[in-house]
């Protein structure tokens, strides 16, 4: 069981920039995929970027050169960094993770989840 809690969501102006933070709970976090999606009322949840256990980097097109995913296995966090915010970027920001996730960019495919952190970008 991987327990989830998202922080550093907040208002933000075009072009500025936030790093949301992702606490994870359990022994394994090393051995586990991580990911960022984002939701805004009445759409499905959405891609934002993914960090598998080896390192290997994904990221959605919408996001590439401005967002950064990262983590810390020693203190089992997980980070985006988002810079030069658009209002387009306003969501609620989720972490999920999963130990065997294939299609990493699918939400439906992580187990775990975080109960989400607005992100507000206002132009």
């Known amino acids: 069981q991987v327990q989830l809690v998202e922080s550093g969501g907040g208002l933000v102006q075009a072009g500025g920039s936030l790093r949301l933070s992702c606490a994870a709970s359990?022994?394994?976090?090393?051995?586990?995929?991580m990911g960022w999606f984002r939701q805004t009322p009445g759409k499905e949840r959405e891609f934002v970027a993914a960090?598998?256990?080896?390192?290997?980097?994904y990221y959605a097109d919408s996001v590439k050169g401005r967002f950064t995913i990262s983590r810390d296995n020693a203190k089992n966090m997980v980070y985006l960094q988002m810079n030069s915010l658009k209002p387009e970027d306003t969501a609620v920001y989720y972490c999920?993770?999963?130990?065997?996730?294939?299609?990493?960019?699918?939400?439906?495919?992580?187990?775990?989840w975080g109960q989400g952190t607005q992100v507000t970008v206002s132009s």
């Open positions: 999920a993770a999963d130990r065997g996730v294939v299609r990493v960019m699918v939400s439906h495919d992580y187990d775990y």
């Open positions: 359990g022994r394994t976090f090393s051995s586990y995929t």
């Open positions: 960090i598998l256990w080896s390192g290997q980097l």
